[in-house]
Nanobody, 126 residues
Framework: QLQLVESGGGLVEFGGSLRLSCAAS????????VGWFRQAPGKEREGVSC????????YYRDSVNGRFTISRDYAENTVYLQMKSLKPEDTAVYYC???????????????????WGQGTQVTVSS
């Protein structure tokens, strides 16, 4: 079965850290750009960070730049999102997604993704 499975979400205090994992089964992430989206209650899904299939170049939305780091472990077939200095406004369900587009700056949108994970809740208390 081809799927993405996220883990690592939870409840953390303001300023804390979490690391999300996105593991693929049934296919290799090596041939995909992989990103993280998030969706808070009553809001649209938004792209948070992406790592390109071409050269592992990365993209971050402005509000997380400098606090979040995306990385890829080829051996583990897993992509990680390290989140530091978390804020209450980071509270959302986080989804990983994989798509075969080369550029995160232009291709990192929901309709370009071929696979989605089930989501993991991140809650930051103030």
């Amino acid at each position: 079965q081809l799927q993405l499975v996220e883990s690592g979400g939870g409840l953390v205090e303001f300023g804390g850290s979490l690391r999300l994992s996105c593991a693929a089964s049934g296919f290799s992430l090596n041939s995909y750009s992989v990103g993280w989206f998030r969706q808070a209650p009553g809001k649209e899904r938004e792209g948070v960070s992406c790592i390109s299939m071409v050269d592992d170049s990365t993209y971050y939305r402005d509000s997380v730049n400098g606090r979040f780091t995306i990385s890829r472990d080829y051996a583990e077939n897993t992509v990680y999102l390290q989140m530091k200095s978390l804020k209450p406004e980071d509270t959302a369900v986080y989804y990983c997604a994989a798509g075969q587009f080369g550029s995160c700056s232009s291709g990192f949108v929901p309709y370009n993704q071929d696979y989605w994970g089930q989501g993991t809740q991140v809650t930051v208390s103030s």
